[in-house]
């Protein structure tokens, strides 16, 4: 069974940082998307950033909006990917989830909620002065 764990989220400053945690288990495969979401209250939630393990390649992707400011990234073991996101703005305060799915091409739509089917609990990030 596949779960999801994320952790990490917090209150920080404008400009600061933080390193959220998503502790996969039960994968039934190497080749997946595992991405990042947020939801703010009363919008949408929106794709952040997504890692692709596909035959051994590692592919990164991310939503304009926080490309030169968000890295995801995962354990050498595999199991837990890391969302490092610095220069934190009011703006970025969400839920924010782990999603994953599991592949067998490289998909257009990985940032797309519409495209996962196993979520994690989420962990809220909030950035205020």
């Known amino acids: 069974q596949v779960q999801l764990v994320e952790s990490g989220g917090g209150r920080v400053r404008p400009g600061g940082s933080l390193r959220l945690s998503c502790e996969a288990s039960g994968f039934p495969s190497e080749n997946y998307d595992i991405a990042w979401f947020r939801q703010a209250p009363g919008k949408e939630r929106e794709g952040v950033s997504c890692?692709?393990?596909?035959?051994?390649?590692?592919?990164?992707s991310y939503a304009d909006s926080v490309k030169g400011r968000f890295t995801i990234s995962r354990s050498n073991a595999g199991n837990t990917v890391y969302l490092q996101m610095n220069s934190l703005q009011p703006e970025d305060t969400a839920v924010y989830y782990c999603a994953v799915e599991f592949i067998n091409f490289l998909r257009r739509d990985r940032l797309q909620t519409r495209a996962y089917g196993n979520w994690g609990q989420g962990t809220q990030v909030t950035v205020s002065s």
């Open positions: 890692l692709t393990r596909l035959k051994r390649l590692t592919y990164t």
